[in-house]
């Protein structure tokens, strides 16, 4: 059984910092993509930080460059995202998802994900 945890969220003043983590077991697949994405309330899930494991390409959101940062440590099964600058516009429920589909198209789409986690909650005040 697939399952992906995600820990590490909080809240924190605005330009605060946060690291979220999200550990995934249960898998026998390779995965192709794993990312980050959040939704705020009345608000679409929108993808935040993506990284192809294949290969390690990244891609984020253009409202997260040059703040978030994500990485993988493939000896833990563990996902990050580091969150650097924080913004009361990036309080969200944040979920870890991953997709063994090989997408051809920008991978920050929520739909082409197939497993996701419960999510952490990140709110931001100013």
């Known amino acids: 059984q697939v399952q992906l945890v995600e820990s590490g969220g909080g809240s924190v003043q605005a330009g605060g910092s946060l690291r979220l983590s999200c550990a995934a077991s249960g898998f026998t697949d390779t995965w192709y993509y794993m990312g980050w994405f959040r939704q705020a309330p009345g608000k679409e899930r929108e993808g935040v930080a993506v990284?192809?494991?294949?290969?390690?390409?990244?891609t984020y959101a253009d409202s997260v460059k040059g703040r978030f940062t994500i990485s993988q440590d493939n000896a833990k099964n563990t996902l990050y995202l580091q969150m650097n600058s924080l913004a009361p516009e990036d309080t969200a429920m944040y979920y870890c998802?991953?997709?063994?589909?090989?997408?051809?198209?920008?991978?920050?789409?929520?739909?082409?994900?197939?497993?996701w986690g419960q999510g952490t909650q990140v709110t931001v005040s100013s």
């Open positions: 990284i192809y494991t294949g290969g390690g390409g990244l």
């Open positions: 998802a991953a997709t063994t589909r090989l997408l051809t198209r920008r991978p920050l789409r929520a739909g082409d994900y197939t497993y």
